[in-house]
Structure formats: structure tokens, C-alpha cells
């Protein structure tokens, strides 16, 4: 089981990042799908996450209204559309699957990625 993060690179403030996931090795149908971050000297911090079969979506406080999740079932890709950003939002991004949507939010899921990295120029 493999969860390939990209997109990540340098942007100014303000400006827009739009992360992708490419899940394979089984069928993550059934699974919910989010993203976390850790900035450096940090914990890892809960993003987002979207339900099984993609339709509701959660955010932390701190990306709701500029963040949004999405996912490709049919690809088994998920995507993280990071608009306004902020230099706040350096970080190295990661994403997650896990069939209970709750393990991704406390950051327990059954699969993480390896990380695209994210740097925010002010």
C-alpha cells in the first residue's frame, strides 16, 4: 500500500497550491482520506479529511474557507486546493487513509504518505 504525495513547492502569500495523493496497492473505496501537516518544530496537525465515497468534509479552524479537500474515487486520488495561503502554512504536508474517518482527524490512520513539502514566502 503506497500514498504518493505531490504538488507541494515555494509560493508567495496569498497565492494557491493544490496538493495530490495517488493511493494504490488496494481499493480505498471504503476509506476516508485527509491530510496533515507539520511545520518546522511542530507537532504534525489534523488538515482535512473527507468521508468514504467522497461528500462530507472536515477542516481545521485554521484552513477553513481557504482549503478545500476533494478525491477521485475512480482514481483513488485525493486533492488539497490550498488557496490564501499564509506563511503559516509552511509545512510538510501529509496525506492519510483510514476506513474510520475519526482515526485521520487524531491522527492514528492505518496509512499515512510520505510528505510533499510546502514553504510560504511572505
Known amino acids: 500500500v503506497q500514498l504518493q504525495a505531490s504538488g507541494g513547492g515555494l509560493v508567495q502569500a496569498g497565492g494557491s497550491l493544490r496538493l495530490s495523493c495517488a493511493a494504490s496497492g488496494r481499493d480505498f473505496t471504503n476509506s476516508a482520506m485527509g491530510w496533515s501537516r507539520q511545520a518546522p518544530g511542530k507537532e504534525r496537525e489534523f488538515v482535512a479529511v473527507i468521508k468514504r465515497r467522497g461528500g462530507s468534509e472536515y477542516y481545521a479552524d485554521s484552513v477553513k474557507g481557504r482549503f478545500t479537500i476533494s478525491r477521485d474515487i475512480s482514481k483513488n486520488m485525493v486533492y488539497l486546493q490550498m488557496d490564501s495561503l499564509k506563511p503559516e502554512d509552511t509545512a510538510v504536508y501529509y496525506c492519510?487513509?483510514?476506513?474510520?474517518?475519526?482515526?485521520?482527524?487524531?491522527?492514528?490512520?492505518?496509512?499515512w504518505g510520505q510528505g510533499t513539502e510546502v514553504t510560504v514566502s511572505s
Open positions: 492519510a487513509a483510514d476506513q474510520v474517518l475519526h482515526k485521520i482527524v487524531v491522527m492514528t490512520p492505518e496509512f
